[in-house]
């Protein structure tokens, strides 16, 4: 940032004086990142915890990996793994809070508000991709931002794949009625766990000792050392934690973002833990069969809830609930990846960004990046008859490629220094240290162990195919960066060079009274 005649200047993206005064202080902060505020701030920070929620949904993760855990470890695997990741989740919670909530100023070229004014916080619905422009050296400023931002018959599970895919894209279509869904949707998945909790237990004719619960560890994967397969389990549990980043990806829609992002992502965690641990603990107590394996629906849950209740209706009643919250786990999927993909379109990050970059100002959503990420959905899905391994190695591909999309930023602001940054009013000081060193490591830990196969022998029906997923998106990546994303892509210099710089008195202080 320049100075002239001892008054400080603001970076104002595509912004005069006259718009700049009509701009509040969330609005100010954005613009001083170099971008315009396109979408309405109509979120509260219940209806941010609410999509981010719904969409890590953790007591409905496990019940979708129920039967892999069982397999892989047992009641021991899924109990125990909670905690573990848990406290994983909180260290990856912890990170990505401090940078949701602060920014760096690195020196005076790159400075966005008053060096002396005490609170320049920043927040980017660009997420880890943003945070690793601002972090990074200069000089790899821009490709380390767009790394980070890049049984039932099989036919019968497609086609109810592509009908719920198709189902839930209209929810997204109208932005006013989203803050309101995400509400809906938390408390639907709050009160399903609840009805689930108390009638399961209750219901149960018998109930499992609690050595059973606690202590009980099977291994039927065909490897012979138990931690392997306690290992290769855990992938299962893992999505009871996933897509933490989600809050982070609605930060222009919610007044105070640095705030109150933080709130919404360590409270997914929270209530995550709570009720996937309770949960879990619940159903392995009122297990009558142990082996869920082997049931006409292939859906070893509504199995369990058959056992517990005794009432075939009962049983359908409570699969209905998991059914409503995975319905409302999709729609805030698709308000995330819709976010996600609009904001990095928006700094040319992908091929035709100026196409899938534009909002529907009627509509008040991102309706073309939102309409794209369906139909990319719709596209995987069909892997699930062609190639069921390859699906399930695209699925085991999305929680690694996440946490590496954490890790990316943690890196660069590691190199960079944490002292060497504002500090945003979420900052853990040592803690955050720790966290982003455990982000770290277990990035690495999930990069390798998530690659091996589930069950042993291998056989091309059950192999692994992941790394093979991580080659052909390097190799997509590379050639995409090199072919136009290097000649195209926004990066932290030229979002840098392309803000406007506005100079007077009257603008400083109304930077000023808003930051304050």
Not at 23 to 33: R, T, Y
Not at 185 to 211: C, D, E, G, M, R
Request: proline share 4%.
């Amino acid at each position: 940032m320049t100075e002239k005649d001892g008054v400080n200047s603001a970076y104002v993206a595509g912004l005069d004086v006259a718009d700049l005064k009509s701009l509040d202080s969330d609005a100010l902060k954005l613009a001083g990142m170099g971008y315009k505020q396109d979408l309405r701030r109509n979120y509260t920070v219940l209806s941010v915890l609410g999509v981010g929620f719904s969409l890590t949904n953790s007591w409905w993760g496990i019940s979708a990996a129920l039967i892999t855990g069982i397999k892989s470890g047992g009641p021991v695997l899924i109990v125990y793994g909670i905690i573990l990741l848990t406290l994983i989740s909180t260290c990856v919670g912890i990170t990505l809070s401090e940078l949701a909530s602060a920014y760096p100023n690195a020196g005076k070229p790159q400075q966005i508000f008053m060096a002396d004014s005490g609170s320049g916080t920043l927040t980017c619905i660009g997420g880890q991709y943003f945070w690793a422009s601002e972090l990074a050296p200069r000089r790899y400023a821009n490709f380390a931002s767009y790394l980070t931002g890049c049984t039932i018959h099989p036919w019968h599970v497609f086609v109810g794949y592509q009908i719920t895919n198709i189902f839930c894209f209209f929810f997204n279509c109208y932005g006013r009625t989203l803050p309101a869904l995400g509400q809906i949707t938390l408390w639907t998945s709050l009160l399903s766990f609840f009805v689930i909790l108390v009638a399961v237990p209750a219901k149960a004719p018998t109930h499992q000792h609690a050595k059973f619960v606690f202590a009980n560890f099977a291994n039927e994967t065909g490897w012979s050392q138990n931690g392997i397969a306690f290992i290769v389990g855990l992938i299962n549990t893992n999505w009871a934690f996933a897509c933490l980043d989600c809050a982070t990806h609605l930060s222009e829609e919610i007044h105070r973002p640095e705030k109150m992002i933080p709130v919404a992502i360590l409270g997914t965690v929270a209530i995550g833990f709570i009720t996937s641990w309770t949960y879990s603990v619940a159903l392995f107590f009122s297990m009558t069969n142990q082996d869920l394996s082997e049931t006409p629906t292939e859906v070893p849950l509504l199995a369990l809830f058959d056992q517990a209740l005794n009432s075939k209706a009962g049983a359908i009643v409570l699969e209905a609930l998991v059914i409503a919250t995975g319905i409302g786990c999709l729609i805030a999927s698709h308000t995330w990846q819709s976010r996600l993909c609009w904001s990095f379109a928006r700094d040319h990050g992908l091929p035709f960004s100026s196409f899938f970059a534009k909002v529907d100002r009627r509509l008040n959503v991102p309706i073309r990046a939102h309409a794209m990420s369906c139909i990319i959905v719709a596209i995987v899905g069909c892997l699930y008859l062609g190639a069921y391994t390859a699906f399930n190695s695209m699925v085991t591909a999305c929680i690694v490629l996440l946490y590496i999309s954490y890790s990316i930023p943690v890196i660069c602001l590691l190199i960079r220094g944490r002292n060497n940054i504002h500090h945003g009013p979420f900052w853990m000081g040592p803690i955050g240290l720790f966290s982003n060193i455990v982000l770290l490591l277990w990035t690495c830990f999930t990069l390798i162990m998530y690659s091996f196969p589930s069950a042993m022998p291998v056989a091309p029906g059950n192999m692994n195919y992941v790394s093979a997923v991580y080659g052909i998106l390097v190799l997509i990546i590379i050639a995409d960066w090199f072919l136009r994303g290097r000649h195209h892509y926004r990066g932290q210099v030229q979002r840098h060079d392309e803000t406007v710089v506005i100079v007077g008195a009257g603008v400083q202080e109304k930077i000023m009274h808003e930051m304050h």
